[in-house]
């Protein structure tokens, strides 16, 4: 009876842990998508590879996001010219509203539109924010879900260490 | 004097003796070593022949996947070119198959730039029965005067056996100075 209790046991947390482990994007190739930006151009990550990249998936009704917004663009305007690119995924069902933020915050970041949800998806993106960091070679290294003032810093200690791969 | 030719005669019978002995050794020994030497050798054309049995199933099993995975007979698969490209800015192109979308492209500018210079990108790839099915492709994009622009081109096209090529070309019409969309099968 305990050998039986030992091994359903030891099943349940080889089970739990592969759930974990498949749940999460991070060491995964990061999933390639194309979106319709603020500045009317489509914007493919894929094209970014060779970069660090950081995707952010924001809306308007998070308050988390319009802390963050304008930390995460002074990250991009340190790190833009060397080889550190940030986009800026909005989720809102209606457009207008996304542009109306971005140009009360002064963000200087691309800006693309989700409306139809299909990255945020792809993403597995369940809080918000979500800020995930992308490798040069294009692998999810970082995933972080919302935002608590301090996290900028670990963005860039983390931004700096994939900078220097 | 008897005793010298006894003396004698034994030691040589007693040197043909052991040279007959280490003339039996030496034919064992390469006996043996041909014995062995046809043992690696059977062992090495078994281990070759196990080895290409190993790459044939390989292959045939590659094969097998890739038929069945877009076997051949029902494979369809879509291509969009632009020729020119002076009066379209493509942003976007959305196909649908007997009225069910199955793919919806956004171009980026460097995308676009690709086919401009001569690029055929493959927008999608599909199984379809044999018989006849319904293609609508939407172009979205900029057209003249940088206005925004959609335009949809539809084909009726029948499927049968072996694999189907459908282009999708955008080209300039320059007598109404407007972009033109075709649909057009490949023989």
């Known amino acids: 009876m305990k050998m039986k209790n030992i091994l359903l046991g030891l099943l349940f947390s080889a089970f739990a842990a592969t759930s974990l482990a498949s749940s999460g994007l991070t060491g ?61 995924v909005n989720i809102d069902d209606n457009s207008s509203k996304a542009m109306n933020m971005v140009s009360e915050l002064g963000v200087s970041f691309p800006v693309l539109f989700d409306s139809n949800k ?47 791969e | 004097m008897v005793t010298n030719r006894l003396l004698i005669s034994l030691i040589v019978s007693m040197l043909l003796v052991f040279s007959a002995t280490s003339i039996a050794q030496e034919t064992a020994v390469a006996d043996a070593e041909a014995a062995s030497r046809e043992k690696f050798r059977s062992l090495d054309e078994d281990v070759q022949n196990l080895k290409k049995e190993v790459l044939d199933l390989n292959r045939d099993l590659f094969l097998l996947e890739e ?24 942003d976007s192109v959305n196909l649908k198959i007997d009225g069910k979308e199955v793919a919806n492209y956004l171009y980026t500018e460097r995308e676009a730039e690709a086919l401009a210079r001569g690029g055929v990108h493959r927008v999608h790839m599909a199984n379809l029965k044999t018989g006849d099915h319904e293609l609508i492709a939407i172009f979205t994009g900029a057209g003249p005067n940088i206005r925004d622009y959609r335009r949809g081109a539809t084909l009726t096209f029948d499927k049968g056996i072996g694999a189907k090529y459908i282009e999708l070309e955008i080209t300039d019409r320059v007598k109404k100075q407007q972009p033109e969309f075709v649909i057009k099968e490949w023989e």
């Open chain 2, 67 to 90: 038929e069945l995975l877009f076997p051949a007979n029902s494979q369809v698969a879509f291509f969009v070119s632009l020729d020119v490209g002076e009066y379209f800015d493509l």
């Open chain 1, 28 to 88: 995964q190739a990061a999933p390639d998508f194309a979106l319709k930006s603020a500045s009317g151009e489509n914007l493919r990550l894929s094209e970014y590879r060779g970069d660090v990249v950081m995707v952010n998936f924001w809306a308007t009704w998070c308050g988390p996001c319009r802390q963050e917004m304008p930390l995460l663009d002074e990250l991009y305007s340190r790190y833009g010219r060397v080889g550190f690119s940030l986009l800026g």
């Open chain 1, 118 to 164: 299909a990255v945020s998806k792809l993403y597995e993106v369940d809080a918000m924010p979500v800020t995930v960091l992308i490798d040069r070679e294009g692998t999810v290294r970082y995933v972080h879900l919302g935002y608590k003032p301090g996290y900028e810093e670990k963005y860039l200690d983390q931004i700096r260490s994939l900078l220097r």
